[in-house]
């Protein structure tokens, strides 16, 4: 059984930083890509940044390009999602997820197991 759990969100004031991190227990997790959605209040869930099994290849949504950088620690079956310049965009619920194709994909349908999330506020 695989399980993800986030963590490292918070309250934070527009310009601060934050690392997000997504540990994934159970088999298959050198093999999978992975990546990360938000959610804000009142919309739907969209893509973040996606990392592939291998670590070389990453995909960033478009508003967070530049500003935010994922990567994957094998040694601890961890991604983390650091997270710079915060804006009060930014806010919402961060969730990681773990793909089931072997291509980067910004698709939520392409991701089959999905953690209960961590919480990012930023405030002005």
């Known amino acids: 059984q695989v399980q993800l759990v986030e963590s490292g969100g918070g309250l934070v004031q527009a310009g601060d930083s934050l690392r997000l991190s997504c540990a994934v227990s159970g088999r298959a997790f050198g093999n999978k890509n992975i990546a990360w959605f938000r959610q804000a209040q009142g919309k739907e869930r969209e893509f973040v940044a996606a990392i592939s099994w291998s670590g070389r290849d990453t995909d960033y949504a478009a508003p967070v390009k530049g500003r935010f950088a994922i990567s994957r620690d094998y040694a601890s079956n961890t991604v983390s999602l650091q997270i710079n310049s915060l804006k009060l965009e930014d806010t919402g619920i961060y969730y990681c997820?773990?793909?089931?194709?072997?291509?980067?994909?910004?698709?939520?349908?392409?991701?089959?197991?999905w953690g209960q999330g961590t919480l990012v506020t930023v405030s002005s």
């Open positions: 997820s773990r793909g089931r194709t072997e291509r980067l994909s910004a698709a939520e349908n392409d991701y089959d197991e």
